[in-house]
């Protein structure tokens, strides 16, 4: 291509011996009843003797009527107005080619094609700018779309586009909105400013492979929004906004995925746009307030988090601290499985390590995945939460919600699991690393809490302390209340105390039920169980565990309660200030009698 075309030059004839300077030198566009006008981008420029030419690209793009036949762009190009591309016809931006845009929409219309080769540029120079795709649409590498300082930028492709891959892309200081059911974007990289969003509307579906979605000048970007419909299914898919990640890393973000559309000008929920479905495969969230959210939502969600990495590794921007990396308010059917969170940006002030998993009303699914090609599976990665000052925090409703937390490891977590109304939780199989107590919180670190929840399913965990002295505590059942609940082959391994039975976990009266310990291995606990009244002061018929703990059926080596207690130096194995319990043992093998620390305990 001629890189002269399309200039309008000014030419200076300078015979002078001494220096000349040319100070400034614009064009001036008055058609259009509008005065416009581009400036030389240098300034001060030093004269030589000799002709010189200083040259302005102004090759406008044809708007006054839409482009109805082919069309080839082989120079640099300047867009005004509203250009349009119409009548099945192409239009062609040749290799290394930029269009400059002034306050412009530039818009391929159903039927027709934008071809644009490698190395393309959309630069917005001045105003609000526009790239409307309703066509078909083809980029090559390297694809830039930028907005400079006081200018924005928008790609919008509508639902009756028709857009191949976007690969090896530059999005600047620009925003993308996606309506059309198809869109995959590879390689590529979203710099973003604090304004500057992704969103997907209805209908719209993105496949994101591989990209960096950033922000620049160490601000916080708002995020991606995947909008949906509330008072719609998800399936079919065309009903919400839809998100597919495959790789790459979403990275200093307010949010890094909102599921919903916020009110107009506000930060407020659009309760109408709740439901947008995420599906995200081996992605990273990195350094984010909060990676993704999710707002109350009557249908089953199908989203869901394979080998997902959640993580905080530094200070965020802007003094801001790391709240949870996934919220769950009123919805169903969200897994987990093989994620991890992690924080590894250790402070002084534990509350200010960030959060895993909050829920409210919401279900709770969270498991290893298989990790290999085998079948049946041969390796598995399991969730994991590190470096936490809660690992996940859930609190229940009026309404049923299942909790499912199984081959996971919270390590290093102050506060593991705090379950709150949840009944019919099951937690099994999970590996709890506990901390001792931490100055000024009360109570210290523990791996799992129970509070006023029943029927649950607490089975094959580990709780232990990597210390050498024993701290924190295993595991906490406050209130359960009258159900028969059972705590079953778990092993609770240097604690100040493996497990603590607060307040009512029991039938009033001579009744036997209630909640039983059966089958747990304590090991080196400074007290294996302690079982505590609800008011220290005064102890009811209800404080307690089940007055039976196990029980005597002849013939039935099951029957008994079969814990083993810590066989070393220890306080108490169990520690009972509340009603009297009798608790069944085996009259055999190495299991170690149990020392009650109250004249209601008993044992039989």
């Known amino acids: 291509k001629d890189i002269e075309y399309g200039k309008v030059f000014l030419v200076i004839d300078d015979l002078a011996t001494s220096v000349s300077e040319l100070y400034d030198y614009s064009l001036v566009d008055y058609r259009w009843d509008e005065e416009f006008e581009l400036a030389y981008e240098q300034h001060n420029i030093q004269l030589v003797a000799g002709i010189q030419k200083f040259g302005i690209e102004y090759d406008l793009i044809p708007h006054e009527t839409p482009i109805v036949a082919n069309l080839t762009f082989e120079a640099n190009m300047v867009s005004r107005f509203s250009p349009k591309v119409d009548n099945s016809s192409t239009l062609t931006i040749n290799n290394g080619v930029r269009i400059d845009m002034y306050n412009s929409e530039v818009t391929i219309e159903n039927g027709s094609t934008l071809l644009a080769g490698n190395n393309v540029t959309f630069l917005a120079k001045r105003g609000n700018n526009k790239l409307i795709l309703k066509g078909n649409a083809t980029f090559g590498n390297n694809l830039l779309i930028k907005a400079e300082d006081g200018a924005t930028i928008e790609l919008i492709i509508e639902s009756t586009a028709i857009v191949t891959a976007i690969e090896n892309a530059f999005f600047e200081n620009a925003n993308i909105n ?63 906004g839809v998100l597919v990640i495959n790789g790459g890393t979403i990275e200093n973000a307010e949010c890094g995925i909102r599921t919903w559309k916020p009110v107009s000008g506000t930060a407020t929920p659009d309760p109408n746009y709740y439901g947008g479905l995420v599906i995200a495969n081996d992605a990273n969230f990195k350094n984010n307030i909060v990676a993704v959210e999710f707002l109350p939502y009557s249908f089953k969600n199908y989203s869901n988090f394979n ?90 409703a009026i309404q049923q919600r299942n909790t499912v937390v199984d081959n996971s490891v919270f390590k290093n977590t102050v506060r593991g699991m705090y379950f709150s109304n949840v009944d019919f939780a099951n937690i099994k199989r999970n590996d709890f690393e506990i901390l001792g107590e931490v100055s000024g919180l009360n109570p210290g670190g523990y791996g799992l809490y129970m509070d006023a929840s029943t029927a649950f399913a607490i089975e094959e965990n580990n709780f232990y302390c990597p210390l050498t002295a024993r701290k924190g505590i295993g595991l906490v059942i406050n209130e359960a209340g009258p159900d028969n609940n059972e705590v079953y082959n778990n092993l609770f391994q240097n604690l100040e105390y493996g497990s603590i039975a607060q307040g009512y976990n029991k039938q009033s009266g001579g009744s ?58 220890n306080l108490k194995d169990i520690s009972n200030v509340c009603n009297w319990i009798i608790y069944y043992r085996h009259h055999y093998g190495d299991r170690k009698s149990t020392r009650l620390n109250s004249s209601h305990g008993y044992i039989s």
């Open 178 to 240: 996606i309506a059309c059911p198809n869109v995959s974007i590879e390689g590529s990289t979203f710099s973003a400013k604090p304004e500057n969003k992704l969103i997907i509307e209805r209908g719209g579906k993105l496949t994101s492979n591989n990209n960096l979605f950033k922000s620049i000048d160490n601000t916080l970007w708002r995020g991606i929004e995947v909008r949906g419909n509330s008072n719609a299914a998800q399936i079919p898919l065309s009903n919400q």
């Open 512 to 569: 036997i039920d209630g909640l039983c310990y059966k089958c747990n291995d304590f090991i080196n606990n400074g007290t294996d169980i302690r079982i505590s009244p609800r008011n220290s002061f005064q102890v009811t018929a209800m404080d307690g565990i089940a007055y039976h703990q196990g029980a005597n059926i002849p013939g039935n080596n099951l029957a008994p309660a079969g814990n083993t207690f810590t066989n070393t130096s």
């Open 307 to 396: 080998r997902c990495d959640f993580l905080t590794n530094s200070v965020l921007y802007e003094g801001k601290y790391p709240d949870y990396f996934v919220k769950l308010n009123g919805v169903s059917n969200i897994t987990f499985k093989g994620c991890k969170f992690t924080n590894t940006y250790l402070s002084n002030n534990f509350t200010q390590w960030g959060n895993g998993i909050y829920a409210y009303d919401a279900d709770v699914l969270i498991d290893q995945i298989c990790d290999d090609i085998v079948i049946p599976c041969s390796k598995y990665r399991r969730s994991t939460f590190e470096g936490l000052y809660r690992g996940v925090y859930s609190l229940g």
